[in-house]
């Protein structure tokens, strides 16, 4: 007897931080993982280690926000892996900056990859899952979703995908397909080194400062949001739809 096909998972933004992350779990899982990435070194490197330790890993440059490479990207995906059927949207970007100062570009960008990305890659995705009779979508979000200063174009996207995920939730979910958020909070990656730097903080430094108001009182790690990210993509959490799931160290407010 031949044995089953793995699960085909697409995470976007998976060159490296918590995407990366999220896709060294599902293999972990025993799916068959494309990297997606606008990244391209960084995206064929990643891939390149993961395939050397024998994963069955693809590796996709594209822009998530542009709808002929996200078509493009998901029929590569089809050819070299088979038609996938969960779909991490996790690609971000940050540009902040205070209301007053905050660029109409900055605005765009953020909203761009965030929500239009995350649009884009579940239309096209839902095709496949909705053939398949079976799929699952994780959107993250943030914490930042309920409000911090100094983003007002992060946290409207990030509280937008909440409101995609309750969405698609209920469109999706008479297909076999559920769609769940997880929200991280303060994770240490390059996006979180590179807001200590435009602060003028040491990372030695911003990291204890910010440990110190979490209650577990240390910082997340990728694998923190990959192991949430894991149980809503799993077979058995067919019955968790349209959630939300702060995964920050404590309770946020
Ligand atoms: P990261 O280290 O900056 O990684 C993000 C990845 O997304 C990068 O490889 C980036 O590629 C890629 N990307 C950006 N724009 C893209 C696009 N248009 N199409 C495809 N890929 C694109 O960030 P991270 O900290 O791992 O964050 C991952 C996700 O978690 C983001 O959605 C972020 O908002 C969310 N999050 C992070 C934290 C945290 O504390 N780190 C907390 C809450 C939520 P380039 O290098 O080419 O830009």
């Not at 391209?40 to 069955?56: N, T, Y």
């Not at 979508?137 to 995920?165: E, M, P």
């Amino acid at each position: 007897m031949s044995e089953p096909s793995p699960r085909v998972a697409v995470v976007t933004g998976a060159a490296r931080g918590i995407g990366l992350g999220i896709a060294e779990r599902l293999l972990g899982d025993g799916m068959a993982v494309a990297l997606l990435d606008l990244d391209a070194p960084g995206v064929k490197e990643s891939a390149e280690r993961l395939r050397a330790l024998g994963a069955r890993v693809g590796a996709v440059v594209a822009d998530v926000s542009d709808p002929g490479q996200v078509a493009a990207a998901l029929q590569q995906v089809e050819r070299e892996l088979g038609p996938p059927t969960v779909l991490v949207n996790n690609a971000g970007v940050t540009r902040d900056a205070y209301l007053f100062k905050m660029k109409v570009e900055d605005w765009d960008l953020v909203l761009q990859v965030h929500l239009r990305g995350a649009f884009l890659m579940s239309q096209a995705t839902q095709a496949y899952m909705t053939q398949a009779g079976w799929g699952r979508i994780v959107n993250i979000s943030s914490a930042s979703a309920l409000g911090l200063r100094g983003q007002a174009n992060y946290s409207a996207a990030k509280a937008g995908l909440q409101g995609l995920t309750k969405t698609l939730a209920l469109e999706l979910g008479r297909f076999g397909v559920t769609v769940n958020s997880v929200a991280p909070g303060f994770v240490m990656t390059d996006m979180t080194r590179a807001t200590a730097a435009r602060l003028g903080i040491p990372w030695e430094e911003y990291v204890p400062k910010i440990e110190a108001e979490i209650p577990v009182r240390r910082a997340g790690v990728p694998a923190d949001i990959a192991h949430a990210v894991s149980y809503f993509a799993s077979e058995g959490a067919g019955y968790v739809s349209g959630q939300v799931l702060y995964v920050a160290g404590g309770p946020t407010s």
